[in-house]
């Protein structure tokens, strides 16, 4: 496969195997490997962080391997956006995976498919292998969205310039633009809500910046209309306790692909992603976020 693939790891071997042996299976010419530092004083990371990374270096291929390994924790929002905008100053296009999102094996001739075609179409901003479990009557192999998700997806240069854009402007700047961009296509209160309070809880997020960036941008995301990426890492990850629900298992596209004759949104599956990715984590985290007040306020029992 000529697709560089991203790996994006931390101190999960048992996960990163399950993902690396996919990535194996599809033997790409290149890869980049960005993998954060251990946390301060936590022993346990030093010997995941070692493992993990010992794993990766067991390539049953031939290819190009480039690593971005951090010394000290550097955090998921740095760690992350640093990590890629380090690989788009190589590559103009690239699938990303993080160490538990798993992918069936025909994702990456579907992401790399769809790279070539939406090259040079700037609507479109990312290509992703996760699909909410929603029935999508149509013939067509993929349908678009606004929401760019996570699990398990590609980009290119031309649109990770979206993300770096937004880092250069003020947090609560960016948020209220952020907003405004989302109430010209969504009423919905809950999900405006979201865009007013959750991103200023969040700022260790690169994720949500992302998302926030495409749609600042009106960018379009392709779904398929089968899940292509399971997420094993069940509620440990970083940012997972705040969905609602983790994707079911994943399943083979078919080929060749059916295209879309146009850019049409499939609104079903935007609300469906507005339950489970935007209401939800606004009623969690706002509480997460109050607990967290109310512990830091109570007082401590000498």
Same mark, same amino acid.
């Given at each position: 496969m000529k697709t560089p693939v991203v790996l994006v790891f931390f101190n999960r071997p048992g996960h990163l195997e399950k993902v690396w042996n996919q990535i194996a299976k599809?033997?790409? =010419?290149?890869?980049?490997?960005? +993998? *954060?530092?251990?946390?301060?004083?936590?022993?346990?990371?030093?010997?995941?962080v070692k493992k993990?990374?010992?794993?990766?270096?067991?390539?049953?291929?031939?290819?190009s391997v480039q690593t971005k390994y951090a010394n000290e924790n550097l955090g998921c929002r740095k760690n992350v956006s640093e990590g890629l905008s380090w690989v788009f100053s190589q590559v103009e296009e690239a699938i990303i995976l993080e160490d538990d999102c798993v992918p069936n094996l025909s994702f990456f001739q579907f992401a790399e498919e769809l790279l070539e075609r939406y090259r040079n179409e700037p609507k479109v901003v990312s290509i992703c292998g996760y699909q909410p479990s929603i029935v999508i009557?149509? *013939?067509? +192999? @993929?349908?678009?969205?606004? @929401?760019?998700?996570?699990?398990?997806?590609?980009?290119?240069?031309?649109?990770?310039?979206? @993300?770096?854009?937004?880092?250069?402007?003020?947090?609560?700047?960016?948020?209220? =633009?952020?907003?405004i961009s989302v109430s010209k296509f969504n009423t919905n209160k809950s999900v405006l809500r979201f865009w007013q309070h959750i991103p200023r809880e969040v700022t260790s997020s690169w994720g949500y910046q992302w998302?926030?960036?495409?749609?600042?941008?009106?960018?379009l995301t392709i779904l398929p209309t089968v899940n292509l990426v399971s997420n094993v890492g069940g509620l440990d990850g970083t940012h997972t306790r705040f969905v609602k629900r983790l994707p079911l298992p994943s399943r083979t596209i078919d080929f060749p692909l059916k295209h879309p004759s146009g850019f049409e949104r499939h609104l079903k599956c935007e609300r469906k992603l507005e339950i489970d990715h935007? =209401?939800? +984590?606004?009623?969690?985290?706002?509480?997460? +976020?109050?607990?967290?007040k109310l512990r830091r306020t109570r007082p401590s029992v000498s």
């Open positions: 599809a033997a790409p =010419e290149r890869v980049f490997l960005i +993998s *954060d530092g251990p946390r301060p004083g936590n022993k346990a990371d030093v010997n995941k993990a990374r010992d794993l990766v270096e067991k390539v049953t291929w031939t290819c009557p149509s *013939d067509d +192999s @993929y349908i678009f969205s606004r @929401y760019p998700l996570l699990w398990g997806w590609a980009t290119w240069r031309r649109a990770w310039r979206h @993300y770096q854009e937004a880092d250069l402007i003020p947090w609560h700047e960016m948020w209220d =633009e952020t907003r998302i926030a960036a495409c749609l600042r941008a009106g960018g935007f =209401e939800a +984590s606004c009623l969690k985290l706002l509480a997460f +976020s109050i607990l967290q």
